[in-house]
């Protein structure tokens, strides 16, 4: 898997400079990180809910889209898939298998300080109200 996702990442790298009239990528790298991480979440939300749905054919292609739209966001915040594969290793040497770490304790944020996940995620419920 490491090799496909790798061939991805670098024509994903290749494409950034294309003109955006002709190209997703080269427009995803023009509009920013933000829609590059609103289209991360989209397909998030997409490939869970075909998941619930018991639709695998559209799981299959929901998370080729999400694997897309991630290496687009990795390659604009500089991150390589070896170093994600990087993370997955350290996991596995620590718990002996490459599971999600423990949340700590987190503080709570105040109202008006909304992280950027948080607007995504709240982007991405009033998008699937809206569907409905």
Excluded: C
């Amino acid at each position: 898997m490491s090799d496909s996702l790798e061939r991805l990442y670098q024509a994903v790298i290749a494409a950034r400079d294309f003109d955006p009239a002709t190209s997703r990528t080269a427009r995803l790298f023009q509009r920013g990180p933000a829609k590059m991480a609103k289209k991360v979440a989209e397909e998030a939300v997409e490939v869970a809910i075909d998941a619930v749905g018991g639709k695998p054919d559209a799981v299959i292609r929901e998370s080729a889209d999400l694997f897309y739209n991630l290496a687009v966001l990795w390659a604009a915040t500089g991150i390589r898939p070896e170093d994600v594969w990087a993370e997955m290793d350290r996991r596995e040497r620590l718990f002996g298998i490459a599971e999600k770490l423990p949340k700590t304790a987190a503080k709570p944020l105040k109202p008006s300080a909304r992280s950027a996940r948080e607007r995504v995620v709240a982007l991405e419920a009033h998008r699937l109200r809206k569907r409905r």
